[in-house]
């Protein structure tokens, strides 16, 4: 009997395991970034003179987009910039790993939903803001701190249920 | 109002379900022959019922109704007709009306070829299917509802994800689930054996055809998902070791080791309650890979849309078969004893040790797929588990197996001489070894491992070679069950030289082209001709037409596509492949490089040997349709008929 009632067991350890693993959401990577300030940088910006600094990003609830010229999701979600943009939201955007020209070329035939855009050549900024793929979006809250990230291209689905949403609260905030 | 009788037909099925789980057993349980004969029909009313629901949700799909949430959740006006036909399983919710209708078929095989079983044992099975119906028509039913309303309808769906827009995907699906319900039927003959408390001395004899059944389909529903992957990816890979390949893999191997352990009980009544165990094990790992697949637990490339309540639902189902079929087990296993015994050097010996290397090779591939769960439970790291470990556990795992396949099925059972033995395989040996030392050089390359696989592979066939050709010689009669053993290790032959020869000598470039250019790989010059625009019936696409040329003669244009569907907006590479005995040529189009230039990334892939591979695994399939064909088999239906 005894011997015959360890398949069992084993059963019952997988079945906790799978249990409490049902409670965990596989897709949520955390960012080490979530409810501290936003790391400190400075780039020139794509168009036009000046620096887009992590002060931008302060002062108001924002969303920061990593994207590229040549990534071709990114491209798929940059109508869902432009309703976030069209929403009233200050969306800045992190040109990441690019060329100037191609970059600009992109902005300036799918249009431009960024209010800066800061050019980050080489990828080290990006890689203090823990970018592994593009396109990844940032909420910061008016105090500079970020408060969500999402890795992959943004739907209706995540503006509607997510982002939306979460810059209420932020605004609500005081 | 079509939709809504569907709906009826579900619910009305899944009361003769219950009722085919519940009468049937009891009658079984007092001695009662009318209720125990009612399993039969009521199986013959459930199916029906299911065929018309799948047929309704089959016409909704082909007529446009909108109205369905499925359907315009994954359809739209401009899908073709073949893919809005296999549309109809392309989602969460049609899929397991197919699996549940796919269950109820087989139960149905089950009523009509196993009226020579005893009755009671017959009237136990057909209830415990009706428990595994009932599990799993009920989650359809309340968690996943193919038939729900979607009011007011949307003028146009949002269109079947492109990637299942292509026909290996019509046919994967099917082909694993007819795999996967089989595998319930040597549950169903587990259970009532373990109800009664007795193993008749033919059960073996009675699970062996639905065992080698289901495993010849899920064998060919494994292959036909990873000749989809290899092309429709466009990463021209065969195998990811990603977790729902995992979960289709690990049943698939210990469905393996029971139509072996089968064989040992059918033949000499030994390893009876092993055979019982894996026959439990083999169905609730192909219910765990349901619950991977469908709860949202494990990240994968193709995870369904998840939803938490699935996940508890499956999960109880789990709960329910584990701890049921091993408290039954615990308690009720029968004693009866090991089976006449046998010598080190015999068949059963052989097959006791393939048991143990599959069932350890299916534990491995479990760790790996729970390993990065647990870790993630017990809060310690997010990560995963990828193709280098299960590689590096499974092949010292595979090579010994495949020695053995060579000798196993020459040996005698009980005992066989040593001597004997070395006088039939020397010379096999030897030739296995210098050709499989040999072969790599045909491809101008040389390594240890490579070459030993090599010799293995060579020495499966060559085995399966001697002994049909030994057995015809001397005038003996070769059943179709031995035919079928012979073909599927020959397909094992096959498909382990196709691993070794692409693993060891596929050339990947990823190349920046613009139209004009060409490049040689692997001695085939690629000449990029052209970009045109293509436009489908639901996409626009990308062509590029490349000229493909080899020693100075033109072999073929291939033409990869980067469509973009307009509905989902999504980007889809479709590889282009010139199909060869020994090799495949595979361009596929990765991304432009810039928006001014018409410079693209493209993958230009040289893959030996990849035909062996599907080949192999239509060999063992195929093997294992004709072995269920044996006249053994019949023999006992038409003499109890």
């Known amino acids: 009997m005894p011997m015959r009632a360890i398949p069992l067991l084993v059963a019952l350890l997988l079945l906790a395991l799978l249990w409490i693993g049902l409670g965990l959401n596989p897709r949520e990577l955390p960012s080490p970034l979530i409810g501290k300030p936003t790391p400190s940088f400075s780039l020139p910006l794509l168009q036009g003179e000046g620096q887009f600094t992590d002060s931008s990003l302060q002062g108001q609830v924002s969303v920061l987009n990593v994207w590229a010229s040549w990534c071709s999701t990114c491209r798929s979600e940059h109508r869902h910039l432009k309703t976030l943009q069209a929403a009233g939201l200050a969306v800045y955007g992190l040109n990441y790993r690019d060329e100037p020209d191609e970059a600009q070329h992109y902005l300036r035939q799918l249009g431009n939903p960024y209010r800066m855009v800061g050019w980050d050549g080489d990828g080290r900024v990006g890689i203090e803001w823990g970018v592994y793929a593009t396109p990844e979006t940032f909420i910061i809250d008016r105090h500079g701190i ?18 939306l949403p979460l810059v209420q609260q932020l605004e609500a905030e005081s | 109002m079509l939709v809504e009788l569907g709906h009826f037909a579900l619910v009305l099925a899944l009361v003769l379900i219950l009722l085919q789980g519940s009468l049937p057993v009891i009658g079984a349980l007092r001695g009662r022959d009318s209720w125990m004969a009612m399993a039969g029909p009521l199986v013959w009313l459930q199916f029906a019922l299911l065929l018309l629901a799948w047929l309704v949700l089959e016409w909704a799909f082909v007529s446009h109704d909108f109205s369905v949430l499925y359907v315009a959740m994954h359809s739209s006006l401009d899908l073709p007709l073949q893919y809005r036909i296999s549309a109809a ?42 428990w595994v119906s009932a599990g799993l028509l009920g989650f359809t039913l309340f968690t996943s509802n193919p038939f729900e309303r979607l009011l007011p309808a949307p003028l146009d769906g949002s269109d079947l994800n492109p ?36 193993l008749a001395p033919e059960w073996a004899r009675w699970c062996r055809p639905w065992a080698v059944t289901s495993w010849a389909f899920l064998t060919l529903g494994i292959a036909l998902g990873s000749w989809w992957a290899y092309y429709e990816l466009g990463w021209g890979g065969w195998w990811f070791w990603d977790p729902v390949e995992n979960a289709s893999l690990m049943p698939w191997l210990t469905g393996t080791a029971l139509i072996h352990s089968l064989s040992v009980s059918d033949k000499r009544g030994g390893f009876r309650i092993w055979t019982l165990m894996l026959a439990i094990i083999t169905f609730a790992l192909t219910i765990l890979g349901a619950f991977l697949v469908r709860s949202g637990v494990i990240t994968s490339v193709h995870a369904f849309a998840t939803d938490p309540s699935r996940g508890s639902f499956i999960l109880a189902l789990l ?94 059972w009980g005992k066989h001489e040593g001597a004997m033995l070395w006088r039939s395989v020397w010379w096999m040996a030897l030739v296995a070894v210098v050709l499989g030392l040999l072969w790599p050089l045909s491809m101008g390359g040389w ?41 599927a290790h020959l397909g094992v032959g096959v498909f382990v030289a196709a691993v070794a020869m692409v693993m060891s ?22 000449h990029f001709n052209a970009l045109r625009r293509v436009d489908g019936p639901n996409y626009i696409a990308q062509q590029g037409s490349f000229m493909v040329t080899h020693n ?90």
């Open chain 2, 552 to 641: 100075g003669r033109t072999l073929t244009e291939l033409l990869p596509e980067k469509r973009i569907y307009d509905q989902s907006e999504m980007p889809m590479t479709q590889a282009a492949l010139h199909r060869g005995l020994m090799r495949d040529l595979y361009v596929s189009l990765g991304e432009p490089l810039s928006l001014d230039s018409d410079e693209w990334i493209v993958r230009i892939y040289y893959k030996p040997y990849m035909t062996w591979m599907w080949a192999g695994c239509l060999l063992m399939a195929l093997g294992g349709l004709i072995a269920i064909a044996d006249r053994r088999y019949r023999r006992r239906r038409e003499a109890l008929a």
């Open chain 2, 447 to 487: 390594g240890w491992l490579r070459a030993l696989t090599l010799v293995l592979a060579a020495w499966i066939i060559l085995s399966v070679a001697s002994d049909i050709i030994s057995r015809l010689r001397r005038g003996l009669s070769l059943p179709a069950a031995r035919l079928g053993m012979h073909l």
């Open chain 2, 163 to 198: 990637l299942l827009q292509d026909p290996g995907m019509i046919f994967h699906p099917p082909l694993l689930y007819m795999g996967y319900v089989g595998f319930a039927v040597t549950f169903a003959f587990a259970i009532a054996a373990l109800i009664q408390g007795r």
């Open chain 2, 319 to 412: 709960a329910i078969t584990l701890i049921g079929s091993l408290a039954l087990y615990a308690w009720r296993a029968p004693k009866v004893g090991l089976g006449p015994s046998f010598a080190p050097l015999s068949r059963e010996s052989m097959l006791l040790v393939n048991n143990v290397l599959l069932v350890v090779a299916c534990a491995t591939v479990l760790l790996g797929t729970l390993y990065p769960l647990a870790l993630d439970v017990l809060g310690m790291a997010k990560l995963s588990v990828g193709p280098p470990y299960f590689e590096l556990v499974f092949t010292p795992i595979m090579l010994p197996l495949l020695l053995l396949m060579g000798i196993g099925p020459m040996l005698r």
């Open chain 1, 146 to 163: 970020v408060r969500f990230k999402h890795i992959g291209p943004i739907n209706q689905q995540i503006v509607d249920e997510r982002i």
């Open chain 2, 89 to 130: 399983w392309g989602g969460h919710e049609g899929s397991m009306l197919l699996w549940v209708l796919t269950l109820s078929a087989w139960s149905v095989a089950v009523a009509r070829f196993g009226r020579h079983l005893p009755l009671p044992f017959f009237a136990l099975s057909l209830g415990v299917m009706g």
């Open chain 2, 505 to 526: 000598f596929e050339i990947e470039q990823d190349l920046r082209m613009a139209p004009g250019q060409s490049v040689e790989v692997a001695g085939y010059q690629f």
